[in-house]
């Protein structure tokens, strides 16, 4: 089945920097998703991206859908101590399985006040 | 209303009980899907719903049952649990993929089980 690769796993950064994950995918996807999960909630829906190439921010979060549709990542510019908590990368697809999310491994996200 | 409510937050149980856990939106989305979290790892999809009919089973064990009596509600029931079923489960839902405003999953706060 499909796999997304996530990176870094983890991040250790001081509040004020700048901070960038990716995933990539052995095979297309139609849409990406970005969420991020704090301990003991669901994930929520950070940025939505539909079309190769879009680039999307939401306030201080820029995300790409790569040209070749089999990457994406998301930037976090200016962090601050509750950007803490688990980036999740989802893929998805229209067509049979549309309803399926492909989700990466996650990132880790520490910052020291 | 912009959420999936999942009741109960948390929930311990033994492995002889039946317990359920239930969901609910009002948001008119017509997916709706149980995913089982293991702590620091992604969420797994278990079952989906589209328009109240199961779609998809991903090849779930049978002490996992799901329900969705209504267009807003989606239960899981659960029996004869496993200590390794201890887990995060989440509830969410989708408009159609087609919708022109489609932004993705919503997804709930969660019930925390423990299998004891």
């Known amino acids: 089945g499909q796999q997304l690769n996530q990176s870094p796993q983890s991040m250790f950064i001081q509040e004020g920097e700048d901070v960038s994950m990716n995933c990539t995918s052995s095979?297309?996807?139609?849409?990406w998703l970005w969420y991020k999960q704090d301990p003991g909630e669901g994930p929520v829906l950070l940025i939505a991206?539909?079309?190769?190439?879009e680039l999307t921010s939401n306030g201080r979060l820029t995300a790409q859908f790569g040209i070749t549709r089999k990457d994406s990542f998301l930037n976090i510019s200016a962090s601050i101590p509750s950007d803490v908590g688990i980036y999740f990368c989802?893929?998805?697809?229209?067509?049979?399985?549309?309803?399926?999310?492909?989700f990466g491994k996650g990132t880790l996200l520490t910052v020291n006040p | 209303d912009t959420e999936v409510t999942q009741t109960p937050k948390h929930l311990v149980m033994g492995m002889t009980n039946k317990k359920s856990l239930k969901c609910e939106q009002h948001?008119?989305?017509?997916?709706m899907y149980w995913y089982k979290q293991k702590a620091k790892k992604p969420p797994e999809l278990m079952f989906v719903?589209?328009?109240?009919?199961?779609?998809i089973n991903e090849s779930v064990p049978s002490r996992f049952s799901p329900e969705c009596p209504n267009s807003s509600l989606l239960n899981l029931h659960l029996h004869a649990l496993q200590p390794e079923d201890s887990a995060l489960y989440l509830c969410?839902?989708?408009?159609?993929?087609?919708?022109?405003?489609?932004?993705?999953?919503?997804f709930g706060s969660g019930t925390r089980l423990t299998v004891v």
């Open positions: 969410a839902s989708s408009q159609d993929r087609t919708a022109n405003n489609y932004y993705g999953y919503t």
């Open positions: 095979s297309i996807f139609n849409t």
């Open positions: 991206l539909y079309k190769a190439g």
């Open positions: 989802a893929g998805q697809n229209s067509g049979g399985s549309n309803y399926k999310l492909t």
């Open positions: 948001m008119g989305h017509r997916a």
């Open positions: 719903y589209s328009y109240e009919k199961l779609s």
